[in-house]
Structure formats: structure tokens, C-alpha cells
């Protein structure tokens, strides 16, 4: 990677000493260190690379830290922009934070984690952005049954029968959730992709908040979604970082962790009843749509395994405790 060199010129830290991969599916990220120390390196894939973007997310960040989040801004180049540009390719450097992925096995972090998504969307709620983002609705149900219906004309009966089925649960998302009732709940400039890869944590306190490539104005039920879903609920496996199938595997939904997060995520943002009651579709449209979307990121041969894997666990165990989170 002879280029990273060259991208690090731009900034006042000095040379190159060594690159340790980073993780993402999305962006190539990469944890370099130089005569300085260590930095975060991202290079922004094109759609996620305008001018207007990284303006709109730079401030947005500024905005947060300001307000007391673990949000760590892009560093300036030498020249005092945000961002370096090389052979077409746009770069940002960040502070490289140490600590350590989520711990499902560390309770009180669920907590810790649930307190510093609330102080998120209170602090997002006074944010002017200095230019617009406008991005359309996320885990949208009309988008996820043409990419179902198009799955479901290459698939065999077996497979077909499962494809319907989740055909039938985005007209059912359409249905509880039309765009009328969608628009018209609490929004705020939300994270957008609010996973455990994405936060770092050390001695249990959420020291880092990362990539704010999604960040728009949405329900914030969204990212309540992405907290119960990523967070609350039980795994078989620890998120690996650069591993889809990895980021989106099926989960079991946890009553008491459940009410935790939304216990402790109250103390900042309180939750409407309206929202309560409509917070499972969005965890069904969520999870549905990480594998939609996750399909793809794997090789063409895999995509049916890798959507209708485990796909049905999660639904099921939402359906057993949604009643009491209401």
C-alpha cells in the first residue's frame, strides 16, 4: 500500500512507519501509525464522497463533541481541510481511539450504551447543518420487496416459500408503517448505523462513537431499532468487524435487556407510547433489511444462503416478547 504514504503527506504528522488493516464493509479503513502515533485512515467510497457530505458530517461531529459525546472530528491537513484528495480518491484522517468492541457480557455497558444513545439524539436535536443531507427513508418496505421479488424468480420451491413469506412481511412493515406514519414520528439527525463495530469501549465506558457516513434526518426509532437489535439482544458469536455475515447474524431478542435499553435511554429522550407501539416493525424492517442489503457483500453463489440463514429466529423471538416492551 505505497499509497498511504502518499495520502499522509497532506497531513503534518510525519512519515509512514506501518498499516494495520482496519475493519468496515463499506469503506477501506485503515489504522495506520507514523512518526506521530496512530490515526484512523478512511477512504470514502464515491457515493459517500461530496464535498457537501463530508461538510455536513464534519460539522455534524463538531456539533456532538461540543456537547459532551465521545466524537472524534477528522483531522485538518496542512493546508486546514478535513479531507485530502489523491488521484481522485478522497481520504480523512482521524485520532486513532484505543478500546474494545461491545460486550454482551458486560451488562453494565448495555447500559452505558443505551444513556449515551439518548444524550445522542438530545444533543442532535439542537444541530443546524450548515448545508443539507437528504437521504430517503431507511429500511424502506417498497425497496426491500423488488429486490425479494427479483430473488424470488431464481430461487428453488423450498426457497421460494421462505422468499414469500418475507415478501409478506414487507407489505406487512408497508402496512403498519406507510410513509405518512413514517415521517410524521419524532425526528432527529440520527447515527443511522448504530452497531457495536461502529463504538469502542474501555472499563466499561463508551469512550468512542464512529462513522457517520448514515447520518440524517430520520425517526429516531431508527436507531432505538439498531440499539435493541445490536445491543440488547443475545448472539451466538462476537461481531467480527470486516465479516457481513458476521455483522448480521441471526440473534435472540431478550426481554430484560430489552427493557434495560429503553429504561436507561429514557433518562435523556423520553419514548412516546406511539412509538412504543410501533418500535417492533421497525426492528422487523431493520433486521430484514441487513440482509437485503447484506446480500450484496458476499459472492453472487452465496447470497441466498447467506439471506435466508437463521432468518426467521429473530422474527420469532420478537414476536414473543414485543407485547411487554409496549
Known sequence: MWWIDKV???????????????????????????????FFLKCRRPQYASRERIIFEDAFQNHLKRKGLPVYPSLKTKEGKNFATWEDRVFQLYPYVEGDIFSEENF??????????????????????????????????????????????????????KIDFLINLTLGIEKKLPDKVYHSLPHTYFHGDFHPVNLKFKEGKLVGIFDFDW??????LRDIADGILFFASLKKEKYQTNDIASLTQAVNFDLKRTKTFLQFYEESAKILSTERKLLPWFIRARWLNCR???????????????????????????????????
Open 215 to 220: 447520518v440524517s434526518l430520520q425517526p429516531r
Open 292 to 326: 437485503v442489503e447484506g446480500m450484496r457483500k458476499v459472492s453472487k453463489e452465496k447470497r441466498i444462503p447467506y439471506l435466508l440463514k437463521d432468518i426467521f429466529k429473530p422474527l420469532n423471538s420478537l414476536e414473543k416478547i414485543e407485547n411487554k416492551i409496549n
Open 8 to 38: 499522509l503527506k497532506f497531513y503534518p504528522f510525519g512519515s509512514l512507519l506501518g498499516v494495520i488493516e482496519g475493519g468496515g464493509t463499506a469503506n477501506l479503513n485503515l489504522v495506520v501509525e507514523t512518526e506521530k502515533g496512530k
Open 108 to 161: 453494565g455497558e448495555l447500559i452505558e450504551v443505551s444513556r449515551v444513545l439518548g444524550r445522542f439524539h438530545l444533543a442532535a436535536n439542537s444541530f443546524s447543518p450548515p448545508v443539507p443531507k437528504e437521504l430517503p427513508r431507511y429500511d424502506d418496505p417498497k425497496i426491500m420487496r423488488e429486490k425479494l421479488e427479483k430473488v424470488r424468480k431464481i430461487v428453488k420451491k423450498e426457497e421460494g416459500e
